[in-house]
């Protein structure tokens, strides 16, 4: 039997997470990272039967690799907790694995729910994606050391994409998209600033341009309708909120080492004042 390891990474989702665990029944071993969590998401894990890892991961990266060296299981199965697992999805993992697969790590589609509405298209990452990595043999996966979005290396041998796809829920309606957003851009702001990327306006709206005219016609964006123009503005809007904020992150770093700065000089302040 090859075991399967259901990693699930989590910042204050309670009211997601107790069905996304449930779905993950079909795993050997279910591990929950809770990173900085202040809601019932560990007691929520724990009564599922879940290994919590607890602790501060400022990084997408770190939340990861806590998580996957936490795993006992052979191949690990990578869910986010406003994701779910069918049954007949479930089905398709186990029968990969226990019939000899080709590769060493998989494809996995995702469907992008907005309330009960599934849209398709138009998706360029900034909000969401289709297709990722999220099936892979123990130690082969590592993530390049971000906030957002980090970037996968995967080694070994690719077995292509399965057929069933991950359901992923991205709010009610229109107004949690744009909440999304806002949290989105960010983090994107602290990596850029953490980079020390230069913040110009005129890269965000060149970047911006370029990311709509990618999901709204290049991915097909326009056949979503008024969910399709939404995604595909808010997706030019992100590269340029994202390097409005990184200019304040910057600006509040270095306020906050000047006033430290003087805070430690105060002792010999006082003591020439004596």
Partial sequence: MVRLSALVCVQNQDAQLSQCLRKLSFCDEIVVV??????????????????????IFPLESQRKAAGVEACSGDWILEIDPDE?????LA???????QMRP???????????????????????????????????????????????NAPAVMA???????????????????????????????????????????ARAADGLLAGAGAFMRGYVGRGGWREGRL????????????????????????????????AARIARLPDVVGLAR
């Fill in 84 to 88: 779910l697992v069918d049954a007949a």
């Fill in 34 to 55: 809770a990173d900085r969590c202040t809601d019932r998401s560990q007691e929520i894990a724990r009564r599922q039967g879940a290994v919590v890892i607890d602790g």
């Fill in 102 to 148: 080709d590769g060493d790590w998989y494809d996995l589609p995702i469907d992008n729910y907005v309330g009960e509405t599934l849209v398709r298209e138009g998706w360029t990452g900034a909000l969401s994606s289709r297709l990722e990595p999220r099936l892979y043999k123990r130690g082969l996966k590592a993530w390049q050391p971000r906030r957002l």
């Fill in 156 to 198: 070994g041998r690719p077995g292509g994409a399965l057929k069933g796809a991950i359901r992923r829920s991205l709010g009610r309606d229109a107004g949690a998209l744009v909440e999304r957003l806002n949290k989105l851009t960010a983090l994107a702001a602290e990596d850029l600033a953490d980079a020390g990327v230069p």
């Fill in 91 to 97: 089905w398709e993992i186990r029968a990969v694995l």
């Fill in 228 to 259: 399709g123009l939404l995604i595909a503005t808010l997706s030019a809007l992100f590269p340029l909120l994202a390097q409005m904020r990184a200019a304040d992150v910057v600006a509040g770093r270095a306020a906050a080492s000047a006033e």
